[in-house]
Protein backbone atom coordinates (compact mmCIF):
# COMPACT_ATOMS: atom_id res chain seq x y z
CA UNK A 1 0.00 0.00 0.00
CA UNK A 2 0.93 3.52 -0.66
CA UNK A 3 0.33 6.65 1.93
CA UNK A 4 -2.19 7.35 -0.54
CA UNK A 5 -4.18 4.65 0.59
CA UNK A 6 -3.98 5.15 4.08
CA UNK A 7 -7.07 8.10 3.50
CA UNK A 8 -8.55 5.40 2.01
CA UNK A 9 -8.70 3.34 4.61
CA UNK A 10 -9.60 5.98 7.16
CA UNK A 11 -12.57 6.53 5.23
CA UNK A 12 -13.64 3.15 5.13
CA UNK A 13 -13.58 3.26 8.20
CA UNK A 14 -16.24 6.35 8.70
CA UNK A 15 -13.36 9.13 8.94
CA UNK A 16 -14.27 12.71 8.14
CA UNK A 17 -11.25 13.56 6.41
CA UNK A 18 -9.65 17.28 6.32
CA UNK A 19 -7.95 19.00 3.36
CA UNK A 20 -5.26 19.00 6.07
CA UNK A 21 -5.31 19.14 9.49
CA UNK A 22 -2.02 20.29 11.07
CA UNK A 23 -2.14 17.33 13.69
CA UNK A 24 -3.91 14.74 12.01
CA UNK A 25 -5.41 13.60 8.91
CA UNK A 26 -9.34 12.46 9.96
CA UNK A 27 -11.47 15.08 12.26
CA UNK A 28 -12.82 11.95 13.67
CA UNK A 29 -13.99 9.10 12.85
CA UNK A 30 -18.24 9.24 13.82
CA UNK A 31 -18.19 9.95 17.22
CA UNK A 32 -15.19 12.59 18.32
CA UNK A 33 -16.56 11.99 22.42
CA UNK A 34 -15.86 8.31 22.30
CA UNK A 35 -12.62 8.39 20.65
CA UNK A 36 -11.86 11.40 23.61
CA UNK A 37 -12.98 8.63 25.99
CA UNK A 38 -11.23 5.82 24.52
CA UNK A 39 -7.52 7.26 24.24
CA UNK A 40 -7.65 8.38 28.06
CA UNK A 41 -9.70 4.69 28.95
CA UNK A 42 -8.29 2.04 27.43
CA UNK A 43 -6.72 2.60 24.09
CA UNK A 44 -6.66 4.60 20.65
CA UNK A 45 -4.56 4.98 17.32
CA UNK A 46 -4.40 8.85 15.99
CA UNK A 47 -2.71 9.58 12.49
CA UNK A 48 0.02 12.00 13.04
CA UNK A 49 1.51 11.30 9.61
CA UNK A 50 1.95 14.69 8.39
CA UNK A 51 4.62 15.64 11.75
CA UNK A 52 7.79 16.63 10.74
CA UNK A 53 10.84 14.37 11.04
CA UNK A 54 14.33 15.50 10.61
CA UNK A 55 17.52 13.26 10.75
CA UNK A 56 20.95 14.47 11.92
CA UNK A 57 23.74 12.41 11.33
CA UNK A 58 27.89 12.33 11.43
CA UNK A 59 30.28 11.66 14.74
CA UNK A 60 29.79 15.31 15.55
CA UNK A 61 25.84 15.39 15.78
CA UNK A 62 25.00 15.16 19.51
CA UNK A 63 27.94 18.21 20.40
CA UNK A 64 26.41 20.17 17.14
CA UNK A 65 22.72 20.06 18.45
CA UNK A 66 23.31 20.46 22.07
CA UNK A 67 24.77 23.82 20.09
CA UNK A 68 21.48 24.97 19.17
CA UNK A 69 18.70 23.61 21.12
CA UNK A 70 17.97 24.61 25.62
CA UNK A 71 18.89 20.75 26.40
CA UNK A 72 21.72 18.63 27.56
CA UNK A 73 21.74 16.56 23.71
CA UNK A 74 25.57 15.11 24.97
CA UNK A 75 24.29 13.12 27.69
CA UNK A 76 21.46 11.55 25.17
CA UNK A 77 22.83 7.61 25.11
CA UNK A 78 21.27 5.78 22.36
CA UNK A 79 17.57 4.52 22.83
CA UNK A 80 16.87 7.98 25.04
CA UNK A 81 15.45 11.51 24.33
CA UNK A 82 14.58 14.77 25.46
CA UNK A 83 11.73 17.65 24.50
CA UNK A 84 14.11 20.74 23.98
CA UNK A 85 13.94 24.07 21.88
CA UNK A 86 15.56 25.97 19.15
CA UNK A 87 16.22 29.30 20.21
CA UNK A 88 18.22 32.72 18.32
CA UNK A 89 20.61 34.40 20.10
CA UNK A 90 17.50 36.40 21.72
CA UNK A 91 16.27 33.20 23.68
CA UNK A 92 13.13 33.29 21.07
CA UNK A 93 11.55 30.19 20.41
CA UNK A 94 12.18 29.20 16.40
CA UNK A 95 10.85 25.04 17.02
CA UNK A 96 9.72 23.31 19.45
CA UNK A 97 11.22 19.44 19.01
CA UNK A 98 11.28 15.89 20.28
CA UNK A 99 15.27 14.63 20.29
CA UNK A 100 15.60 10.87 19.68
CA UNK A 101 18.50 9.07 20.00
CA UNK A 102 20.00 6.15 18.11
CA UNK A 103 23.33 3.83 17.41
CA UNK A 104 24.22 6.17 14.50
CA UNK A 105 21.63 9.01 14.68
CA UNK A 106 19.17 11.30 16.22
CA UNK A 107 15.80 11.82 15.10
CA UNK A 108 14.21 15.22 15.77
CA UNK A 109 10.03 15.39 15.53
CA UNK A 110 8.33 18.53 15.60
CA UNK A 111 5.40 20.67 14.08
CA UNK A 112 4.05 19.64 10.60
CA UNK A 113 5.72 22.31 8.08
CA UNK A 114 8.60 22.99 10.15
CA UNK A 115 11.06 20.76 8.60
CA UNK A 116 12.60 23.17 6.16
CA UNK A 117 12.83 25.68 8.75
CA UNK A 118 14.59 23.32 10.90
CA UNK A 119 17.17 22.18 8.42
CA UNK A 120 18.26 25.36 6.96
CA UNK A 121 18.68 26.73 10.50
CA UNK A 122 20.77 24.24 11.57
CA UNK A 123 22.40 23.76 8.58
CA UNK A 124 23.77 27.57 8.60
CA UNK A 125 26.08 26.48 11.46
CA UNK A 126 27.50 23.58 10.39
CA UNK A 127 31.47 24.35 9.54
CA UNK A 128 33.78 21.90 10.08
CA UNK A 129 31.66 19.76 11.72
CA UNK A 130 30.71 15.92 10.98
CA UNK A 131 27.08 16.50 10.60
CA UNK A 132 24.89 16.11 8.17
CA UNK A 133 21.01 17.23 8.36
CA UNK A 134 18.03 15.74 6.63
CA UNK A 135 14.08 16.32 6.33
CA UNK A 136 12.45 12.88 6.42
CA UNK A 137 9.01 13.85 6.38
CA UNK A 138 8.13 12.87 3.08
CA UNK A 139 10.10 8.75 4.18
CA UNK A 140 8.61 8.24 7.17
CA UNK A 141 5.07 8.85 9.06
CA UNK A 142 4.13 8.45 12.95
CA UNK A 143 1.06 7.09 13.98
CA UNK A 144 0.31 7.57 17.59
CA UNK A 145 -1.08 4.41 19.81
CA UNK A 146 -2.16 6.32 22.98
CA UNK A 147 -3.81 5.30 26.61
CA UNK A 148 -3.77 2.88 29.56
CA UNK A 149 -3.36 0.01 27.61
CA UNK A 150 -0.63 1.08 24.32
CA UNK A 151 2.29 -0.26 26.57
CA UNK A 152 0.65 -3.38 26.82
CA UNK A 153 -0.64 -3.90 23.15
CA UNK A 154 2.87 -3.09 22.03
CA UNK A 155 4.31 -5.84 24.33
CA UNK A 156 1.72 -8.42 23.14
CA UNK A 157 2.72 -7.63 19.64
CA UNK A 158 6.55 -6.80 19.11
CA UNK A 159 8.88 -9.62 20.31
CA UNK A 160 11.47 -8.30 23.39
CA UNK A 161 9.63 -5.03 23.48
CA UNK A 162 11.28 -3.11 26.08
CA UNK A 163 9.51 0.30 26.48
CA UNK A 164 11.98 3.23 25.95
CA UNK A 165 11.83 6.14 28.34
CA UNK A 166 10.22 9.37 27.89
CA UNK A 167 11.17 10.72 24.32
CA UNK A 168 13.38 8.33 23.43
CA UNK A 169 13.22 5.26 20.89
CA UNK A 170 12.66 1.12 20.76
CA UNK A 171 12.65 -0.41 17.55
CA UNK A 172 10.55 -3.39 16.10
CA UNK A 173 8.26 -4.83 13.43
CA UNK A 174 4.79 -4.33 12.76
CA UNK A 175 2.38 -5.53 9.93
CA UNK A 176 5.90 -7.01 8.57
CA UNK A 177 7.49 -3.65 8.77
CA UNK A 178 10.14 -2.21 10.75
CA UNK A 179 9.37 0.45 12.83
CA UNK A 180 10.74 2.64 15.43
CA UNK A 181 8.38 3.51 18.74
CA UNK A 182 9.01 7.05 20.30
CA UNK A 183 7.28 7.28 24.00
CA UNK A 184 5.78 10.90 23.91
CA UNK A 185 3.03 12.12 26.07
CA UNK A 186 1.68 14.36 24.15
CA UNK A 187 -1.67 14.00 26.08
CA UNK A 188 -0.88 13.44 29.34
CA UNK A 189 -1.93 9.35 28.77
CA UNK A 190 1.20 6.69 27.98
CA UNK A 191 1.77 7.47 23.91
CA UNK A 192 3.49 5.46 21.77
CA UNK A 193 4.66 7.36 18.03
CA UNK A 194 4.68 4.02 16.18
CA UNK A 195 7.08 5.51 12.83
CA UNK A 196 6.68 3.59 9.81
CA UNK A 197 8.05 3.91 6.20
CA UNK A 198 5.74 6.45 4.14
CA UNK A 199 4.82 3.43 1.97
CA UNK A 200 4.48 0.67 4.49
CA UNK A 201 1.99 2.86 7.25
CA UNK A 202 -1.38 2.12 5.66
CA UNK A 203 -0.51 -1.69 6.30
CA UNK A 204 0.33 -0.42 10.25
CA UNK A 205 -2.62 1.26 10.39
CA UNK A 206 -4.64 -1.08 9.14
CA UNK A 207 -2.83 -3.78 10.97
CA UNK A 208 -3.10 -1.89 14.52
CA UNK A 209 -7.14 -1.51 13.89
CA UNK A 210 -7.60 -4.62 12.95
CA UNK A 211 -6.50 -5.98 16.14
CA UNK A 212 -9.70 -3.62 17.67
CA UNK A 213 -8.06 -0.89 18.54
CA UNK A 214 -10.22 2.13 18.09
CA UNK A 215 -9.27 5.02 15.50
CA UNK A 216 -9.13 8.10 16.39
CA UNK A 217 -9.09 11.91 14.86
CA UNK A 218 -7.85 15.52 15.21
CA UNK A 219 -11.17 16.86 17.27
CA UNK A 220 -9.99 14.56 20.41
CA UNK A 221 -6.79 14.74 20.23
CA UNK A 222 -6.87 18.62 20.18
CA UNK A 223 -9.00 18.19 23.19
CA UNK A 224 -6.88 15.54 24.89
CA UNK A 225 -3.62 17.98 24.50
CA UNK A 226 -4.93 20.92 25.73
CA UNK A 227 -6.17 19.47 28.48
CA UNK A 228 -2.67 18.10 28.75
CA UNK A 229 -0.82 21.63 28.49
CA UNK A 230 0.63 20.58 25.47
CA UNK A 231 1.64 23.62 22.90
CA UNK A 232 1.31 23.05 19.19
CA UNK A 233 4.13 25.84 17.75
CA UNK A 234 3.14 28.78 15.09
CA UNK A 235 -0.27 28.63 17.43
CA UNK A 236 0.22 28.99 21.26
CA UNK A 237 4.21 29.71 20.97
CA UNK A 238 5.77 31.75 18.00
CA UNK A 239 8.91 33.54 17.69
CA UNK A 240 7.91 36.29 19.86
CA UNK A 241 8.30 34.07 23.22
CA UNK A 242 11.10 33.26 24.56
CA UNK A 243 11.56 29.77 25.82
CA UNK A 244 10.44 29.96 29.75
CA UNK A 245 7.32 31.46 28.70
CA UNK A 246 5.89 28.26 26.73
CA UNK A 247 5.37 26.56 30.73
CA UNK A 248 8.11 23.53 29.39
CA UNK A 249 10.98 24.43 31.61
CA UNK A 250 10.71 21.35 33.50
CA UNK A 251 10.12 19.17 30.71
CA UNK A 252 12.79 21.09 27.87
CA UNK A 253 15.29 23.77 29.08
CA UNK A 254 18.74 22.32 30.89
CA UNK A 255 20.08 25.19 33.20
CA UNK A 256 23.41 23.18 33.72
CA UNK A 257 24.32 22.23 30.25
CA UNK A 258 26.54 25.58 29.49
CA UNK A 259 26.47 27.38 26.42
CA UNK A 260 24.06 27.16 23.86
CA UNK A 261 22.86 29.90 20.80
CA UNK A 262 20.03 31.74 23.18
CA UNK A 263 21.73 30.73 26.35
CA UNK A 264 22.61 33.73 28.47
CA UNK A 265 18.87 35.62 28.02
CA UNK A 266 17.55 32.23 28.65
CA UNK A 267 19.86 31.96 32.09
CA UNK A 268 19.59 35.48 32.84
CA UNK A 269 15.64 34.82 33.07
CA UNK A 270 15.47 32.03 35.42
CA UNK A 271 17.72 34.38 37.76
CA UNK A 272 15.39 37.43 38.08
CA UNK A 273 12.98 34.03 38.98
CA UNK A 274 10.07 34.86 37.09
CA UNK A 275 8.40 35.23 33.51
CA UNK A 276 6.27 38.46 32.41
CA UNK A 277 4.03 35.96 30.85
CA UNK A 278 3.42 32.49 30.55
CA UNK A 279 1.36 30.16 28.74
CA UNK A 280 -2.00 28.41 30.48
CA UNK A 281 -4.08 26.23 30.82
CA UNK A 282 -7.97 27.44 31.18
CA UNK A 283 -11.00 26.05 32.64
CA UNK A 284 -14.31 27.83 31.28
CA UNK A 285 -17.50 27.18 33.00
CA UNK A 286 -19.59 28.10 29.69
CA UNK A 287 -19.97 29.19 26.25
CA UNK A 288 -19.21 28.06 22.96
CA UNK A 289 -15.02 27.47 22.24
CA UNK A 290 -13.44 30.65 22.31
CA UNK A 291 -11.52 31.98 19.23
CA UNK A 292 -7.78 32.75 19.30
CA UNK A 293 -7.22 35.76 20.61
CA UNK A 294 -9.62 36.35 22.78
CA UNK A 295 -8.99 38.49 25.62
CA UNK A 296 -8.28 37.13 29.06
CA UNK A 297 -9.63 39.45 31.60
CA UNK A 298 -9.48 39.67 35.81
CA UNK A 299 -12.68 39.82 37.35
CA UNK A 300 -11.66 43.34 37.54
CA UNK A 301 -12.23 43.35 33.62
CA UNK A 302 -8.09 44.12 33.73
CA UNK A 303 -7.01 42.26 29.81
CA UNK A 304 -4.02 39.97 31.16
CA UNK A 305 -4.07 38.12 27.88
CA UNK A 306 -5.35 36.03 24.86
CA UNK A 307 -6.65 32.73 23.75
CA UNK A 308 -4.17 30.66 21.49
CA UNK A 309 -6.30 27.30 21.50
CA UNK A 310 -9.55 26.21 22.79
CA UNK A 311 -11.87 23.51 22.37
CA UNK A 312 -15.40 22.12 23.66
CA UNK A 313 -14.32 19.15 26.34
CA UNK A 314 -16.61 16.28 25.95
CA UNK A 315 -16.17 15.20 29.24
CA UNK A 316 -17.82 18.67 31.05
CA UNK A 317 -18.98 20.18 27.90
CA UNK A 318 -17.37 23.31 28.83
CA UNK A 319 -14.33 24.95 26.70
CA UNK A 320 -10.83 24.18 28.07
CA UNK A 321 -8.05 26.83 26.73
CA UNK A 322 -4.31 27.78 26.53
CA UNK A 323 -3.92 31.33 26.96
CA UNK A 324 -1.07 33.11 26.61
CA UNK A 325 -1.37 35.04 30.25
CA UNK A 326 0.50 38.12 32.12
CA UNK A 327 2.58 35.72 35.24
CA UNK A 328 2.28 38.90 37.43
CA UNK A 329 -1.34 38.35 37.59
CA UNK A 330 -1.62 34.67 38.11
CA UNK A 331 -1.77 31.95 41.04
CA UNK A 332 -2.64 28.98 41.51
CA UNK A 333 -6.45 28.98 40.75
CA UNK A 334 -6.61 32.54 39.50
CA UNK A 335 -10.28 33.48 39.11
CA UNK A 336 -10.80 35.16 35.13
CA UNK A 337 -12.95 35.85 32.88
CA UNK A 338 -13.48 34.66 28.86
CA UNK A 339 -16.32 36.74 26.53
CA UNK A 340 -18.23 37.20 29.94
CA UNK A 341 -17.55 33.48 31.71
CA UNK A 342 -16.13 32.81 34.71
CA UNK A 343 -12.49 30.51 34.12
CA UNK A 344 -9.79 29.37 36.08
CA UNK A 345 -5.96 29.31 35.40
CA UNK A 346 -4.02 25.77 35.67
CA UNK A 347 -0.57 26.85 35.63
CA UNK A 348 2.51 24.83 34.79
CA UNK A 349 4.14 22.41 37.32
CA UNK A 350 7.08 24.60 38.62
CA UNK A 351 10.02 22.80 38.30
CA UNK A 352 12.33 21.69 41.05
CA UNK A 353 16.02 22.68 40.96
CA UNK A 354 17.87 20.89 38.40
CA UNK A 355 14.62 19.34 37.05
CA UNK A 356 14.78 19.44 33.81
CA UNK A 357 18.46 16.95 34.13
CA UNK A 358 15.83 14.36 35.82
CA UNK A 359 12.65 14.59 33.63
CA UNK A 360 13.36 15.00 29.85
CA UNK A 361 13.53 11.21 28.86
CA UNK A 362 17.12 9.68 30.37
CA UNK A 363 14.53 7.91 33.03
CA UNK A 364 10.80 6.97 32.68
Not at 27 to 46: Q, S, V
Not at 335 to 340: I, R, W
Request: aromatic residues 6%.
Amino acid sequence: MTNNSLSNIQTEQGATLTAHDRMGRAKDFGDPAAEYIAAGETIALFDLSDRTSVEVRGDDRLSFLHNFCTNDINRLAPGEGCEAFLTSIKGRILAHIIVSATNDALWLDSEPGTAEFIVSHLTKYVITEDVEITDRSADCAPLFLVGPQAEAWLSDRIKNFSPPPLCGLAVGSLAGAQVMIRRFDFTGQPGFEIIAATDAVADVWQAITDTGVPPAGSEAFEVLRIEAGFPRYGIDLTDDNIAQEAGRTAQAISFTKGCYLGQEPIARLDALGHVNRILTRLTIRAGEAPSPGTKVCCTDGKTIGHITSAILSPKTGHPVALALLKATALSPGTKLTVNGSPATAILPATPTPDASNDTNGATS
